[in-house]
């Protein structure tokens, strides 16, 4: 049972303030680390923060921290919960103490980290693995999938000083044979791209944004796509790879309806739905594109729906902003047929098992699962268990740089390492990451 759940508040990549919580048991003191995004979604899970202007600009999470120790540890102990078996009633159990639809009085972030906590206890007491704990609490069977990582190699929009609207472009190593040389396609590619950058904008423009990527002096998606083809090429990885693009546009989606790719230059440079859609389109057609992450804004349905029928299942069309990670947001967007697949981030819900339920939802309506890291990170590597755990064949935790973002990708090649040390059936997604369930 849990003795004792403590919390702290810590910084996170950013230098924000977050939330450390530790929960003990007769076994040990299991700690996890809460993320915290730069471009939030509208439907997101309430963060709590202090809103204290004169302590870190109002970010601190000292209110976290109190209903922690104050409120929910104190209840949990009471209950006498069992982590081994009773992740789904602790969960459960927070959600009523907190007892709105966003976790408005105690803090999704709260809530979180406390239900890492304590599933990262559930394993140990179990003499598991995390990525097996949390494989039961999902119910999946089936070979182990190890996933594409996507690399967030170009980093723009609220990610990055520079005036690309874009936020991320990625890269991933579809055609590699093992997770392991996936990490070592994505590295070599990294710095193969940092010399082109420096070659083409100098060695200033090879400074790193929030998600360890580069982020030169460009504006156009063609241009990034074209240093990242360059960078591709110069590897020898041409037909191996694929590209990732998440403009993440609800950060520039208008009022009136339009799209400011011009948002952080000088001069606006507006574009329509029809014109986003176009842009889309050339961009698949030229380069070896397989998702577009939020390509429209979070409430922009009609695009959405436009879109993913003209797109035909092509291309993974993810729904992050849209669906924060939401089972009716999933529901909703399943209705208007406004997407193919769920970004995964588990601080948009608020506690492990309601992510593992709506990544159910997610395939139970054919959609793919791809599990997120968040631009705030730390160290905390529970997604990469998480991702194995749902045999979502594909994740992205940024750049291959920076220790937060790779934490997990280092703990994904541990777990690869002990899955071909044992009896276990496995595979890397490659090439059918999108469905790796029908490998
Ligand atoms: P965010 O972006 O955490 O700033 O929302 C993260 C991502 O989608 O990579």
Excluded at 24 to 31: D, E, H, P, S, V
Excluded at 47 to 76: S, T
Aim: glycine letters at 10%.
């Amino acid at each position: 049972t849990i003795l004792e759940v403590d919390a702290a508040q810590r910084l996170d990549s950013r230098g924000n303030p977050t939330l450390q919580v530790d929960v003990k048991t007769i076994a040990g003191t299991f700690r996890a680390m809460v993320p915290s995004g730069a471009s939030k979604g509208r439907h997101e899970a309430f963060e709590l923060r202090d809103y204290e202007m004169r302590a870190y600009g109002g970010q601190g999470v000292l209110a976290a921290v109190r209903n922690i120790q104050r409120v929910i540890g104190p209840a949990l102990v009471d209950k006498a919960f069992d982590p081994r078996y009773q992740q789904a009633e602790i969960d459960n159990f927070m959600c009523h103490l907190d007892g709105t639809p966003n976790k408005s009085r105690l803090g999704a972030n709260t809530i979180l980290g406390v239900s890492m906590a304590c599933a990262r206890a559930g394993a140990v007491a179990s003499d598991v693995p995390l990525y097996e704990f949390l494989r039961r609490e999902a119910g999946e069977i089936g070979p182990y999938v190890m996933p594409v990582p996507f690399f967030n190699v170009l980093n723009g929009g609220r990610h990055s000083g520079n005036t690309m609207a874009f936020q991320e472009i990625m890269v991933a190593p579809t055609g590699a044979q093992t997770f392991e040389e996936g990490v070592r396609m994505g590295s070599e590619i990294y710095h193969a791209l940092k010399e082109i950058v420096a070659e083409n904008f100098g060695a200033p423009a090879t400074a790193i944004g929030d998600e360890g990527g580069f982020g030169p002096p460009i504006t156009q998606p063609e241009e990034a796509l074209d240093l990242l083809t360059a960078a591709v090429e110069h590897c020898g990885f041409t037909g191996r790879v694929k590209f990732g693009i998440d403009p993440a546009s609800s950060e520039f989606f208008k009022p009136d309806g339009v799209y400011d790719l011009g948002y952080k230059c000088a001069e606006p440079n507006t574009k329509t739905p029809d014109q986003m859609m176009q842009l889309y389109h050339n961009l698949v057609a030229k380069y070896p594109v397989s998702i577009l992450e939020d390509p429209f804004a979070e409430d922009d349905w009609d695009s959405w729906a436009r879109f993913n029928a003209a797109t035909a299942s092509e291309i993974e069309l993810v729904g992050g902003d849209l669906l924060a990670t939401n089972p009716c947001r999933v529901r909703m967007a399943h209705q208007k047929k406004a997407c193919n697949a769920m970004v995964l981030k588990m601080n948009q819900i608020g506690t492990v098992t309601e992510a593992i339920e709506t990544a159910g939802l997610g395939k139970s309506l054919g959609w793919s699962v791809f599990v997120s890291h968040r631009s705030g990170e730390t160290t905390d590597d529970f997604i990469a268990d998480l991702t194995v755990a749902l045999g979502a064949g594909h994740m992205k935790s940024g750049a291959p740089c920076r220790g937060e973002r790779v934490a997990k990708y280092n703990r994904l090649m541990d777990i690869e390492a002990e899955l071909r040390g044992s009896w276990k059936t496995w595979v890397y997604a490659g090439e059918r990451f999108r469905f790796p369930a029908e490998i």
